[in-house]
């Protein structure tokens, strides 16, 4: 009868399977999936040959590379690059983000234009950077802001916006001034807008630099990478894009790591 | 009295109100600021610049003679195009992988290593290989386009998907759902605001990968005219260019936020 019909989906067969809290299972998911695809990779590398390398052979680059080839140079350059992003970003980003709170009108004024420089896609405006302000490292510095400096910058004006009336009526009631209005309640209510705001500009700043380095005469890790696709060396190439993953993969756990902070911290905050 | 709430925080309208009407501040205040603009760069441009860097009346001059042109309309087609082609195939398997991700954490576990890292990773650096393996061709620019649609939409659908309350699994179950109504009946209509969103990033990045694989690789585009332009020293035309793309980016944009609006009205943000 199909009134009574046994309801036995696939879930609900698989969760029946599970084992609670079976951690090996776990495990052996990230096991095979990591051998299936280095061994996967090993087998194609050896019937394609020089466009696709095997994995043992990449890592052997990789190796050497880091040991006496432009892997180290080249990440000296882009990190330096990297570091001057992340810090204008999150001083230029902060600071003009609670001005355009501040100041409504310059807010009304000038925030449709932002958010179009914000959609535009900044490889695009290249051209127009080199030709106005040179290929040198102070371009290189703006292409690279211009891509990652938004989400700081929306994050603070959006976060300093949305501080409830209450909080700043209880201020004015208590008689703070100026300075203990921003000390005690517009800066503790912002940070955590700030913050995930940095999280967020902590990997965009790579894309940034990256872009800044492929475009305006090619610089850092981008040129090294460059370099391997003129010879058409696919091990330089492939051993070059892993090491920048690795990289990417870092800063994303430092942004995640402060955003763990920040939730802890944000839960506290509330009570 | 100015209290502390106008001097920060959301202002009453009102207060902003010159008359009444149309015509408010908030209204002037941006073309005001828009004309300033324009007339800073014309005259910083004439009076500082060589003759050849874009400036407003030039770029304004440039419009029609850059639309006329053939080149002009097979450039739009072919990035735009390619754009439109990788975000289709890119959002379809994004999200049929993603239902699986989020349903199947066994599939999750499988595949989180491998699309969390190049989730992680700037596509930009995944230019030069896949320029390598695919060659200097069209075909380059549809690969990236697709990978930077599939990871966002991925890992949003896997999101979205895996957050779903009980009570409707719940409900599911007592109506005699099978698998492929969980999956596609209660949690991807749940899921549409994450889905919607991961397409609009997806779709931004998927706009910046297409123009650097453009460049990287000298395949024809808006992207590739943008820099050929400049190089021969016709940069008005090259940010008419600019410009059409970002008003494709902006309009891209606030589609996707009408699309969200309209597919999923319960969900304010």
């Known amino acids: 009868m199909a009134a009574v019909r046994r309801i036995d989906s696939f879930e609900s067969r698989l969760a029946r399977f599970r084992i609670v809290n079976a951690w090996w299972i776990r495990l052996a998911c990230y096991a095979l999936s990591i051998v299936l695809l280095l061994g996967t990779w090993q087998a194609l590398g050896h019937s394609f040959g020089v466009l696709f390398v095997p994995f043992t052979t990449t890592m052997g680059r990789l190796w050497d590379m880091l040991q006496s080839g432009p892997l180290l140079p080249g990440l000296a350059v882009s990190a330096k690059l990297y570091g001057v992003t992340l810090v204008i970003n999150i001083v230029v980003g902060v600071v003009v983000g609670l001005l355009l709170a501040r100041i409504k009108l310059i807010a009304a004024a000038f925030e449709p234009y932002i958010y179009i420089l914000y959609a535009t896609p900044t490889i695009s405006l290249v051209p127009f950077v080199s030709v106005m302000f040179g290929f040198d490292f102070g371009s290189r510095v703006l292409v690279s802001v211009l891509i990652s400096i938004f989400p700081i910058l929306i994050g603070v004006t959006e976060g300093a916006r949305s501080i409830p009336r209450q909080h700043l009526d209880v201020a004015a009631i208590f008689g703070s001034s100026e300075s203990q209005l921003w000390r005690d309640v517009i800066v503790p209510y912002v940070t955590p807008y700030a913050m995930s705001g940095i999280k967020q500009s902590i990997a965009l700043s790579m894309v940034g630099t990256l872009v800044a380095e492929f475009f305006l005469n090619p610089d850092g890790l981008a040129a090294v990478l460059l370099q391997g696709t003129t010879i058409v060396d696919s091990g330089w190439v492939l051993a070059v894009t892993i090491f920048i993953c690795a990289i990417a993969v870092g800063l994303v756990g430092v942004g995640e790591l402060i955003e763990r902070y920040l939730v802890r911290w944000r839960h506290t905050a509330v009570g | ?269």
């Open chain 2, 1 to 269: 009295m100015a209290t502390y709430s106008s001097r920060i925080g959301a202002a009453p309208a009102a207060r902003w109100n010159w008359g009444s009407g149309f015509i408010t501040r908030e209204r002037v205040a941006p073309m005001v600021a828009g004309a300033v603009l324009l007339v800073v760069w014309e005259v910083w441009v004439r009076t500082h610049l060589p003759d050849f860097v874009a400036r407003p009346s030039g770029i304004a001059m440039a419009i029609p003679s850059t639309i006329a042109s053939a080149e002009f309309w097979s450039d739009v087609a072919a990035t735009l195009g390619a754009i439109i082609e990788g975000v289709a195939i890119g959002s379809a398997a994004g999200v049929l992988v993603g239902v699986a991700m989020g349903r199947v954490r066994e599939i999750d576990w499988f595949l989180s290593t491998y699309i969390r890292a190049l989730y992680a990773l700037p596509l930009i650096a995944l230019v030069p290989i896949v320029i390598l393996w695919v060659g200097y061709q069209p075909a380059a620019r549809l690969v990236i386009v697709v990978i930077s649609v599939f990871l966002p939409v991925a890992v949003t659908t896997a999101d979205g998907t895996r957050a779903i309350s009980k009570d409707y699994l719940d409900v599911g179950k007592m109506f005699g759902a099978r698998t492929l109504n969980f999956w596609f009946g209660i949690a991807l209509p749940s899921a549409t605001p994450f889905i919607v969103a991961g397409i609009e990033l997806g779709f931004a990045r998927g706009i910046t990968n297409a123009i650097a694989v453009e460049i990287l690789a000298s395949v024809n585009g808006m992207g590739m005219s943008v820099f050929t332009k400049s190089n021969e020293l016709n940069e008005n035309a090259s940010l008419v260019y600019v410009l059409c793309l970002a008003i494709f980016a902006v309009g891209i944009r606030s589609l996707m936020i009408h699309f969200r609006h309209w597919l999923a009205p319960w969900y304010h943000r």
